[in-house]
């Protein structure tokens, strides 16, 4: 069974920084691609970021381009999400998702299949 437990997230100023983690299970980390969404209140579900456990290929959303860094450590099974320079507007519960690298078309919520519980994410102006 996927599992995916989220951390880090918190209340920070805006142009701080939080380092958000996602702990995996389940799964042989190398066939999956793990990604970064976030959801604000009244907002639908977007990608922010994800990576491919395989050859640790990146993507990143335009919004964040610059600013955030997505990392993984396969030893420990865990995705990071460094987070720069955060701006009100970056608010919202961030959810780590999981899935197979050939099942995944596009970056999009609908094509993954595991979720994390979520983490608040608030950035104060």
Do not use: H
Request: charged letters at 20%.
């Amino acid at each position: 069974e996927v599992q995916l437990v989220e951390s880090g997230g918190g209340l920070v100023q805006a142009g701080g920084s939080l380092r958000l983690s996602c702990a995996a299970s389940g799964f042989t980390f190398d066939d999956y691609a793990i990604g970064w969404f976030r959801q604000a209140p009244g907002k639908e579900r977007e990608g922010v970021s994800c990576i491919s456990g395989g050859d640790g290929s990146r993507y990143y959303a335009d919004s964040v381009k610059g600013r955030f860094t997505i990392s993984s450590d396969k030893a420990k099974n865990t995705v990071y999400l460094q987070m720069n320079s955060l701006k009100p507007e970056d608010t919202a519960v961030y959810y780590c998702a999981a899935e197979a690298l050939l099942e995944v078309t596009t970056f999009s919520p609908s094509s993954f299949g595991s979720w994390g519980q979520g983490t608040q994410v608030t950035v104060s102006s």
